[in-house]
């Protein structure tokens, strides 16, 4: 069994969270991906949808995948949605051996030093970097020299132990955002095949994103 774990706002979830995630298990062999809306980020502005609704669009993407999952915890826990929280909280139900693997975009890995006990995720966490185009790796700094121990290059190896490990792997992110999402709702465009079609029906359904 190996576990893995993608945070984000999903505001809302679109082509581009599902491709990556659904790539990232099936390059590294991982039995599940678990989609996770934060509640309140550290890092941004609160999203401006309710992560109920937000929790909600998520579950309707993934139906019928069985490789991916939805993980409420971070919805359900109060306060800011540290990923520190959510990997240790993971650990402590998947048990020591499992192989738990924390997904980031390449922008999130270059960054890493903003967040809470960044350090300390390796203890509970692989982490897993999809490259976003615009973004290159972290070659001085505090990240970079982190980084340098713990570079594993071989997918395979990295599921030979539980944590520990920084996988970074190239692989083609659709241009799509949720940013542009809201924008076309807002503006009265479509968004059709940008997300599913559930989740376009629960836009609709609930009035989401109207100017
Ligand atoms: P927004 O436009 O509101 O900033 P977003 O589309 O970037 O949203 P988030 O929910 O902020 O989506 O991102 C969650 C995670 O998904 C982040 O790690 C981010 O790097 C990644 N991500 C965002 N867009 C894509 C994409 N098109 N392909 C792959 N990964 C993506």
Redo the contacts with the bound molecule.
Sequence with gaps: MAIGV??????P?????L??GLELCEHLGLDEMRFMPCGDPPH?EP?GTPAGHRLAMARLAIEGESLLRVDDREVRREGLSYSIDSVAHLREEIGARVPLCL??????LVNLNTWHRWRELADYAHILV?V?PGWSRPETGEVADWLAGRRVDDARQLLQSPAGGVHITEMT??????????DALAAGRSIRYLTPNSVIDYIRDHNLYRS
């Design positions: 993608f945070g984000g706002t999903f505001d979830i679109h082509i581009g969270h491709r990556t941004r999203p997904c980031v975009g390449l922008d999130s999809a976003r992110l659709l241009p799509v955002s949720a940013t542009e999402i809201r």
